[in-house]
């Protein structure tokens, strides 16, 4: 205000839209406005558990002059996703009843109801773990699209959740672009310069895939891309020093030839290798698909996909037995092995993606991709699904030739769910729920890392304890994350999230990124940062952040976590806390 209204009362009231006035904070004040016409009223609120938007309306006057503002806040949680799953068999001309219970913040609750005519498949809790996935290297960001490309050949899908998926695997399409090189190879990180060969084969075969879905991936870039892949197809020699690097040019060699060039040299000379088992298998699928099935299922005679030992090296292609399995079940499909010979493991696919298993975002994308695939080839239909789904009394009539059918719903606090068959055949019946429930990791434990992070005050270096700061207080993090083991660690991912009442100072916008070094890739945002890593045997990484304490109020400080992102036992996390900024 101007000094001409100095040592005048202004009148302050506020109006919020979800929030509540924190104790006994009045809604309306009077404030005295000082010699440099400045006035400040405070106005103290309690966020309520639940997410979406805040609103404040504000409106001050003083004699003659009145103003009015507003500011929408978004209300999100940094908790994470919880789900349960109930599966229940229901005979022909039965019924059953299930009672939910919502659990979670309102606004995070979701609901499905599937319907599945020959194996329980509840894949959504999967889906929820891709498309959530909180890093981003080329690998899990093709993973959250990828499924999606033929899942409606798998489930009867609303148009609503159709144009969803449309529109995630389009804008993963154009994600690809950040990771581009200008060869037309492909960082791992966006931006960077450090190519992993399987992950930008994996967005090679992604990209065609989605253009032979009808997907806008331009003729022009893809045609750049998969000539940077023929010539490292038709240049590569097997390495004896590197034996298992093989199943990448197999992978090349199946990506090439489904793209409809393959580089039949290059596969004849791969051929006679003593090859790994999945290179037979990527190799006896490029083959197939060369139109040579006798060639490839010559290849398929010895696979063994009982055996663990068929698994791929996890550190040259992200191996796991499932991921492998699926792309085994997928090379007998393309060489027309009996369906008797295909069901058992699609079954076993089926059931692993049904199981509450921990899976990475490989194996997870990989195996619901190749069941998909599944359906779309053998035109799978099963016997016709007729059922009614009552949700609360709201009723909804599926009537399908798919395998699977989903009704979706919001959970209230109780909810009634009645599935009646109506088929001439028994089916499952599956209820999905999620929401984010308010709980953090309550004790620090780990495996294979070891953590510290210290506080300090930026202006004389002693350590400090944060968990009481003075408002506008600067002050870093230092977080020091060790492997004392005698094996490398790969893939390590630390997440630093900041309680609502700190900032984090972007350090790189102002000297070289020193805070950093060591790391793969860094993605600072205002309230976040995360660090990638590897950790040779005994060593360890150090990284600062630098911190200022914002907004005065009472907050929670989300646990600490440092993860290998692709191997659930080594982690290490340090548990949650209470932090307070004062005025």
Same mark, same amino acid.
């Given at each position: 205000?101007?000094? %001409?209204?100095?040592?005048?009362? @202004?009148? *302050? ?22 010699? %440099? ?8 609120? @309690?966020?309520? =558990? ?30 994470? *996703? ?17 009672? $939910? ?42 993973s959250k699209a990828f499924p999606l490309l033929y899942l409606n050949r798998l489930l009867e899908i609303d148009d609503v959740t159709k144009q969803t998926m449309n529109n995630n695997v389009t804008t993963v399409?154009?994600? /690809? ?23 930008? /084969? ?70 006679? =290798? ?49 991921? %492998? ?40 994308? *990989?195996? /619901? ?18 059922? *009614?789904?009552?949700? %609360? ?36 019946a599956s209820v999905y729920t999620k929401g984010a429930v308010a709980e953090y990791d309550t004790e620090e434990s780990g495996y294979y890392y070891k953590m510290t992070v210290k506080y300090y005050s930026k ?37 630093? $999230? ?20 060591g790391c793969n890739y860094v993605d600072i945002r205002d309230d976040r940062a995360n660090f990638y890593f590897d950790l040779k045997p005994y060593d360890k990484i150090e990284l600062t952040v630098y911190l ?21 036992? $080594?982690?290490?996390? $340090? ?9």
């Open positions: 205000m101007a000094p %001409d209204y100095a040592g005048k009362n @202004v009148s *302050v009231t506020a109006k919020v839209e979800n929030l509540e006035a924190a104790g006994n904070t009045s809604l309306s004040k009077s404030v005295k406005v000082n010699a %440099d016409g400045e006035a400040v009223a405070t106005f103290e609120f @309690v966020v309520p =558990e639940v997410t979406g938007t805040a609103k404040i309306s504000l409106s001050a006057s003083c004699e003659s002059l009145k103003v009015d503002k507003s500011i929408e806040l978004p209300i999100r949680t940094p908790y994470s *996703v919880k789900s349960q799953v109930t599966t229940q068999k229901i005979a022909a001309g039965e019924n059953y009843n299930f009672d $939910i219970a919502k659990f979670g913040i309102d606004g995070t609750n979701e609901g499905k109801v599937s319907i599945y005519s020959m194996i329980p498949l509840n894949i959504f809790d999967r889906l929820e773990f891709l498309t959530s996935y909180p890093h981003g290297c080329l690998e899990q960001t093709v399409i154009s994600d /690809i672009n950040a990771y581009m090189r200008s060869d037309y190879s492909m960082s791992n990180w966006r931006g960077g310069n450090y190519v992993n060969p399987w992950t930008e /084969i994996y967005a090679a075969h992604f990209l065609v895939e989605a253009k032979e879905n009808g997907y806008n991936v331009p003729s022009n870039l893809l045609e750049k891309i998969m000539s940077y892949h023929a010539s490292k197809a038709n240049a590569w020699r097997y390495n004896v020093d590197a034996p298992t690097s093989d199943v990448i040019q197999a992978y090349r060699l199946y990506v090439l030839a489904l793209y409809g060039k393959p580089s039949t040299a290059a596969m004849n000379r791969f051929k006679s =290798e003593n090859l790994q088992p999945l290179s037979k298998t990527l190799l006896s699928a490029a083959y197939s698909l060369s139109g040579k099935t006798k060639v490839a299922k010559t290849l398929l005679e010895d696979a063994d996909y009982q055996s663990t030992k068929w698994q791929s090296d996890y550190y040259i292609s992200y191996g796991s037995y499932l991921r %492998d399995l699926a792309f085994g079940v997928y090379a007998e499909m393309l060489a027309g092995s009996d369906e008797s010979f295909i069901q058992p493991y699609i079954n076993i696919i089926a059931e692993k993606l049904s199981a509450k298993d921990w899976l990475d975002t490989q194996t997870t994308a *990989v195996a /619901i991709f190749v069941l998909g695939k599944y359906a779309d080839k053998n035109n799978l239909v099963a016997s016709a699904l007729n059922a *009614v789904v009552s949700v %609360d009394g709201n009723t909804n009539a599926i009537n399908t030739s798919r395998p699977s059918a989903v009704v979706n719903f919001v959970p209230k606090n109780q909810t009634n769910i009645k599935v009646e068959n109506k088929s001439n055949n028994p089916f499952y202006d004389n270096n002693k350590e400090i304890n944060p968990a009481s700061l003075q408002q506008n207080a600067e002050f870093y993090a230092k977080i020091v994350v060790e492997n004392p083991n005698e094996y490398q660690v790969t893939e390590g991912a630390l997440s630093f $999230i900041v309680p609502a009442g700190w900032e984090i100072n972007n350090e790189r916008l102002f000297d070289d990124g020193a805070s950093y070094g200022t304490a914002v907004y005065a109020g009472s907050y929670t400080m989300p646990p600490v976590r440092c993860d290998d992102m692709y191997n659930n036992e $080594i982690y290490y996390v $340090i548990p949650a806390r209470k932090v307070v900024v004062k005025m």
